[in-house]
């Protein structure tokens, strides 16, 4: 399984991004797609979650702020994120975990 996580870039606070994770190869293996975000000196945190059946999860601090979606006929998870706060930058990967299938991340830099 290859996942190609995209779309980010830098902002301002209160500004809005839409990542997208376009997944290949054996994808009968996948049953959930998650975010995750890293910055330097903190652990790696998931950000959202949402199997192949559509269920969703949130960390609480993207609550209300951050939708997960899929699209099926196009093997690609999103990620909007809207009301970007500067504590959300980071640098943001998908991953199938459940397999051990990272993708490479994509930075997000939110200014204040």
């Known amino acids: 399984v290859q996942l190609q996580a995209s779309g980010g870039g830098f902002v301002q606070a209160g500004d809005y991004l839409k990542l997208s994770c376009a997944l290949s190869?054996?994808?009968?293996?996948?049953?959930?797609v998650g975010w995750y975000r890293q910055t330097p000196g903190k652990e790696r945190e998931m950000v959202a979650s949402i199997t192949t059946g559509g269920t969703t999860k949130y960390e609480d601090l993207v609550k209300g702020r951050f939708t997960i979606s899929r699209d099926n006929a196009k093997d690609t998870v999103y990620l909007q994120m809207n009301s970007l706060k500067s504590d959300d930058t980071a640098v943001y990967h998908c991953a199938n975990a459940e397999n051990g299938y990272w993708g490479k991340g994509t930075q997000v830099t939110v200014s204040s």
């Open positions: 190869g054996s994808l009968f293996m996948v049953k959930s």
